[in-house]
């Protein structure tokens, strides 16, 4: 059973760096073809994915927020940890990691993690 | 940047058919996935490689795929089925999109 838990802090101040961490089971990012995704929601408003990273190390970033961005695996430790830097008020949101498969899509989520940017 | 565009909301009656569709220049070489998300809740995927649905995921939900638009049918809607709808892709260089989303009202 593939389970996907994403964890951090909940409330973070402008300009700071967000680290969010993804702790999975069930399956090895080492396994080809397999990936974890980040994928952020603010309150009201559509799915925006972020970064994808894969069993091969290889890693996809949001053209519209790559500079900011950060995605690295452990795989011994099945964390995948996302860092979003120079945080603004218009990236408070629910942050999803999910898993992906090759033409699969993604198929498992986590519960999400609410992250609030304010001073 | 590359943009998939959905209506913004679909209404239905029970028992009738949902149409919802997405559409998009790379849709006719890249796969198209959907998602249901209820409030609160994280999204689950229902269709993907444009028209396989997962298990446990019930026979009226159906995707199909036509030029630059993949649609999402659901037949005999229930109640239930009452919630959110993204469609999601790749641009040109396989970079992951999302649609905006459809609200999918049950009368």
């Known amino acids: 059973q593939i389970t996907l838990k994403e964890s951090g802090p909940t409330l973070v101040k402008p300009t700071q760096t967000l680290t969010l961490t993804c702790t999975f089971s069930g399956f090895s990012l080492s396994t080809s073809a397999v990936g974890v995704a980040w994928i952020r929601q603010p309150p009201g408003k559509a799915l925006e994915w972020l970064a994808l990273?894969?069993?091969?190390?290889?890693?996809r970033y949001s053209p519209s927020l790559n500079s900011r961005l950060t995605i690295t695996k452990d795989t011994s430790k099945n964390q995948v940890v996302l860092t979003l830097s120079n945080m603004d008020p218009v990236d408070t949101a629910t942050y999803y990691c999910?898993?992906?498969?090759?033409?699969?899509?993604?198929?498992?989520w986590g519960q999400g993690a609410l992250v609030t940017v304010s001073s | 940047s590359y943009e998939l565009t959905q209506p913004p909301s679909v209404s239905v009656s029970p028992g009738q058919t949902a149409r919802i569709t997405c559409s998009g220049d790379a849709l006719p070489n890249q796969y198209a996935y959907w998602y249901q998300q209820r409030p609160g809740q994280a999204p689950i995927l229902m269709i993907y490689t444009d028209s396989e649905r997962p298990s446990g995921i019930p026979e009226r939900f159906s995707g199909s795929t036509s030029g630059t638009t993949v649609t999402l049918t659901i037949s005999g809607v229930q109640a239930e089925d009452e919630a959110d709808y993204y469609c999601?892709?790749?641009?040109?260089?396989?970079?992951?999109?999302f649609g905006g989303g459809t609200k999918l009202t049950v009368l």
């Open positions: 999910a898993h992906w498969v090759a033409v699969a899509g993604f198929d498992y």
């Open positions: 990273i894969y069993w091969d190390h290889n890693k």
């Open positions: 999601q892709s790749a641009d040109s260089s396989g970079l992951v999109v």
